[in-house]
């Protein structure tokens, strides 16, 4: 099995910055594409960002230059730097791992969520 914890959540004034991170753990084979998503109350979750393996990153536009994903393959980590925040980016925020076990199995594994509360 494949367990994702996410950290860095936290409440901020516009204009702030944070960093949110995902540790993925068990019998990881292999990481392909991660990514974070978002989801504001009573809104669908989206895509914010995603990186590829080969390091290929893509952005929702509505944070593109003020928001950067990175990733540590080595470690099983992704990363995202959010600078500039607005009250809304205020959401809970969850990465996505798409993961080889070592079984074999390949599959999306989600976190549990980090909350980030930005403040007018």
């Known amino acids: 099995q494949v367990q994702l914890v996410e950290s860095g959540g936290d409440l901020v004034q516009a204009g702030g910055s944070l960093r949110l991170s995902c540790k993925a753990s068990g019998s990881i084979f292999s990481t392909y594409t991660m990514s974070w998503y978002r989801q504001a109350p009573g809104e669908q979750r989206e895509l914010v960002a995603v990186?590829?393996?080969?390091?290929?990153?893509n952005y929702a536009d509505s944070v593109k230059g003020r928001f950067t994903i990175s990733r540590d393959s080595a470690k099983n980590t992704v990363n995202l730097q959010m600078n500039s925040l607005k009250p809304e980016d205020t959401a809970v925020y969850y990465c996505?791992?798409?993961?080889?076990?070592?079984?074999?199995?390949?599959?999306?594994?989600w976190g549990q969520g980090t909350q980030v509360t930005v403040s007018s």
């Open positions: 996505k791992v798409d993961a080889r076990t070592n079984r074999g199995y390949r599959g999306d594994y």
């Open positions: 990186i590829t393996s080969g390091g290929s990153t």
